[in-house]
C-alpha cells in the first residue's frame, strides 16, 4: 500500500540555520510529491511540487526539495530559516491516473529558536 | 479570488449528536475533498467528489458518516451519533480537476469538539 513517512515528529533550529526535513514514500510508480506548510488554526499552503522532469524543485518562502528516485525520498530544505518558518510541514504522495486523494505523512512540527 | 471556505470554524457538542460541516469550494473546481486531522495524526482521507461521478467514500471511518455534494459546488459532511474519538479537526479541500498530479487548496478546517 501507498504510504508516506516523515521520521521526524519534531525539529528544533535555531533562526538562521539550514533546514532539511525528510520525506519517503512507498509508490510503484512515479510519484506526484507536494509539500504542504500548516500554520496553528489555518488550512493546509502549498509549499511546492514535483510531477516529472527537474528533481530539484522550487516553492515559495524560499523553500525547495530534492527528488531522489533511489532513496524514495523528497526532502525539504531552505538554507536560512526565518522564525515566521514555525508550523508543521506534511509531505504528501498523490496518485496517477484519476484518483485524486492525497496520501499525507503525520506530519514535522518546526521550532524556531532566536 | 476566494478561497476554500469552511463552516463552522468551531463546533462544540454533546455526545450522541448528529453535526453537519459545510465546505465551499473554489469556484470552478470540479474535485472536493474531505479529511480528518487528528492530533498526531496527519491527514486522514474521508471522501472525494469528482463532478458527477459517485464518490469515493473509501476513507468513510463508520456509517455514521456520510457526506455529499449538492449542484456540483456546497458539500456537507455529516457526523450521526457522533463520539468522542470524532473530536478533530475537519479539512476540506478542493482541486480544478480530481486528479492526482494537481495541488488541492485546503479550507482552514472545522475543530470538532464532542464532550
Known amino acids: 500500500a501507498q504510504s508516506v513517512t516523515q521520521p521526524d515528529i519534531h525539529i528544533t533550529v535555531s533562526e538562521g540555520a539550514s533546514l532539511e526535513l525528510r520525506c519517503n514514500y512507498s509508490y510503484g510508480a512515479t510519484p506526484y510529491l507536494f509539500w504542504y506548510v500548516q500554520s496553528p488554526g489555518q488550512g493546509l499552503q502549498l509549499l511546492l511540487k514535483?510531477?516529472?522532469?527537474?528533481?530539484l524543485v522550487q516553492g515559495i518562502k524560499g523553500f525547495e526539495a530534492e527528488f531522489k528516485r533511489s532513496q524514495s525520498s523528497f526532502n525539504l530544505r531552505k538554507p536560512s530559516v526565518h522564525w515566521s518558518d514555525a508550523a508543521e510541514y506534511f509531505c504528501a504522495v498523490g496518485y496517477g491516473g484519476s484518483q485524486g486523494n492525497l496520501i499525507f505523512g503525520k506530519g514535522t512540527k518546526l521550532s524556531v529558536k532566536p | 479570488g476566494a478561497g476554500v471556505s469552511q463552516s463552522p470554524s468551531n463546533k462544540v457538542t454533546e455526545k450522541g449528536k448528529d453535526v453537519e460541516l459545510r465546505c465551499d469550494p473554489i469556484?470552478?473546481?470540479?474535485?472536493l475533498y474531505w479529511y480528518r486531522q487528528s492530533l498526531g495524526q496527519g491527514l486522514e482521507f474521508l471522501i472525494y467528489f469528482q463532478g458527477n461521478s459517485a464518490p469515493d467514500k473509501s476513507g468513510l471511518p463508520s456509517d455514521r458518516f456520510s457526506a455529499e455534494r449538492t449542484g456540483g459546488s456546497v458539500s456537507t459532511l455529516t457526523i450521526q451519533r457522533t463520539q468522542q474519538e470524532d473530536s478533530a479537526v475537519y479539512l476540506c479541500?478542493?482541486?480544478?480537476?480530481?486528479?492526482?498530479?494537481?495541488?488541492?487548496?485546503f479550507g482552514d478546517g472545522t475543530r470538532l469538539s464532542i464532550l
Open positions: 469556484s470552478g473546481h470540479t474535485a
Open positions: 479541500a478542493s482541486s480544478p480537476r480530481g486528479v492526482g498530479s494537481q495541488p488541492q487548496h
Open positions: 514535483y510531477f516529472s522532469g527537474d528533481t
